[in-house]
Nanobody
Framework: QVQLVESGGGLVQTGGSLRLSCAAS????????MGWFRQAPGKERTFVAV????????SYTDSVKGRYTISRDNAKNTLYLQMNSLKPEDTAVYYC?????????????????WGQGTQVTVSS
């Protein structure tokens, strides 16, 4: 099994930056693609970004392209999400997730392991 713990969320003003981290346990971390998802109040959880097992491929939802960067350090069993130029519409609980695949996927059904979430609030 894989256990995931997010950290780094908080309150930031519009235009600010945050860096989220996701610490993973389990020796299978390096073989899986990893993703970030978010859930705004009253809305469904949606895809944000994904990175393949070896960091060779990444993908982002259109609304965060050019502002967010997903990365991973397999030696440290850690996934990151650098968020720049934050907007109020980025406000959400952010979840990291480990997929059952090595390549990128944005389908939540392919992610059997999830963290508890970390709150990101962007004020205007």
């Amino acid at each position: 099994q894989v256990q995931l713990v997010e950290s780094g969320g908080g309150l930031v003003q519009t235009g600010g930056s945050l860096r989220l981290s996701c610490a993973a346990s389990g020796r299978t971390f390096s073989g899986r693609s990893m993703g970030w998802f978010r859930q705004a109040p009253g809305k469904e959880r949606t895809f944000v970004a994904v990175i393949s097992w070896n960091s060779s491929n990444t993908s982002y939802t259109d609304s965060v392209k050019g502002r967010y960067t997903i990365s991973r350090d397999n030696a440290k069993n850690t996934l990151y999400l650098q968020m720049n130029s934050l907007k109020p519409e980025d406000t959400a609980v952010y979840y990291c997730a480990a997929s059952s695949l090595s390549g990128i996927t944005m389908l939540q059904r392919n992610y059997p392991y999830w963290g508890q979430g970390t709150q990101v609030t962007v004020s205007s």
